[in-house]
Structure formats: C-alpha cells, structure tokens
C-alpha cells in the first residue's frame, strides 16, 4: 500500500500497484512498474486503478517492461522517461489506457511501446527512441499494435527515431 503522495523515493525493486490512484512525483523505478486494473474478484465501477506519475524515471535491466500497465488499468505519466535494454519500455495490455505527456520513450529492442488486447494510450509531447544493439531480423518500430488498437490510440506532436 502506498501513501496518497509519494515524492523523491527510489524504489530498487519492482514496483506493483493493486489498488487505488497513489501520486508519484520525482521518483525512480529502478525494476519498473507494474499496473493491475482488475485484479478483484467482483470489480466495482468506479474502483479503477489509476495512478498519476510527475517527472518520474522507470527502469528495467530484466526482461521485462519498465511501464506495464494490465488488466483494465488506467495511468497519467507527465514529463517521465521510461527505458529499457531487453525489453519493450511500454506494455498496456487487456482493456488498459494511459495518458503520455511530454515523455521520452527509449529501448534497445525492436519497438518502445506496445499497445495490446483491446488497449489503448493517449501520447502528447513525447518522444520515441529504438536502438539497434543486437543482430535481428525484426525490423525495429517505435510503436508496436496488436489487432485493432492503433484506432484508438491517439499521438500528438510526437517525434519517432529508428537507430541503426
């Protein structure tokens, strides 16, 4: 359980957020954030999962994402960076959405952000980084969308970088 406002904290381990919409301002993620919507057995209207993150910094060295959001989570993530090496740095995933502003989105693999199963994400301001630093045969892509989402994802005055 975390406090309404969490500010200035590093959290070296993998952060999970159940329940609730906690603040995170000037924080770093050093294992990532994990955001659960639905994870009750009779989910309420009403009792979404919504946290609000302000200048924040999310990493993640695993295989894993450093932003994943799941389940029917909502999300705010103002003037944040989010990277990763050996993974995605962005996953909504099952009927999830989150609202990007004025962040830089980087990884080392094939795509930055991957929008999933009925998700979606609104992006202003942000910037999309993919580098190359293992041989592949998948072309590399900022943004990755599975079946229909990229129709209800929204991009505004976003810039988009594919490194060599």
């Known amino acids: 359980m975390f406090q309404e406002n969490n500010i200035n904290q590093i959290f070296k381990e993998k952060v999970e957020i159940l329940e609730e919409s906690p603040i995170f301002e000037n924080c770093i ?6 955001v659960k919507g639905n994870t009750k057995r009779c989910f309420i209207k009403g009792e979404v999962t919504s946290p609000i993150f302000k200048s924040c910094k999310f990493l993640n060295q695993d ?3 450093s932003v994943f959001l799941r389940e029917g989570a909502h ?16 996953r909504i995933d099952v009927g999830s959405h989150a609202i990007f502003r004025n962040c830089s989105i980087s990884a080392s693999h094939p795509c930055a952000a991957a929008i999933m199963i009925e998700s979606s994400g609104d992006f202003e301001n942000c910037r999309f980084s993919v580098q190359e630093n293992i041989e592949r045969s998948i072309p590399l892509e900022p943004v990755y969308f599975d079946a229909n989402n990229k129709e209800k994802t929204r991009f505004s005055n976003c ?5 060599q």
């Not at 999300?75 to 962005?90: A, R």
């Not at 810039?159 to 490194?163: D, I, V």
Request: overall charge negative; charged content about 30%; glycine content about 10%.
């Open 159 to 163: 810039s988009f970088n594919k490194g």
């Open 29 to 34: 993620f050093e294992k990532g954030v994990e």
């Open 75 to 90: 999300g705010e993530f103002h003037d944040c960076s989010m990277s990763t090496e050996k993974c995605v740095s962005i």
């Open 63 to 65: 295989n894993e994402p």
